[in-house]
């Protein structure tokens, strides 16, 4: 009985994100990634898989109209920003 249910929730997940990837994967990327613009096919079905598991993700991003890839932050990134350069 839990089984299935967990399956059932599973499957509707899956089916939301497949739902969700399709126009996410033909359009919504390059909005959320302008390098992403001139992508090949293979590209775009190389993302596929990952965007019907992550789409709550990309689709909060997508509605929330950021434009440019997160930045990065490392911890060497962050002592670079906090001192001053140097050169040696």
Known sequence: ????????????????GLLFALPF??????????HAAHATWGF???ILPGSIALWPLL????????????EEVTAHRRLAAAEPHRRP
């Open 1 to 16: 009985m839990i089984a299935a249910i967990i399956l059932i929730l599973l499957g509707s997940y899956l089916a939301l």
């Open 25 to 34: 994967v033909f359009r919504g990327v390059q909005t959320l990634d302008p």
């Open 44 to 46: 775009r079905l190389l």
């Open 59 to 70: 689709l909060q991003r997508w509605l929330s109209g950021i434009r440019q890839p997160p």
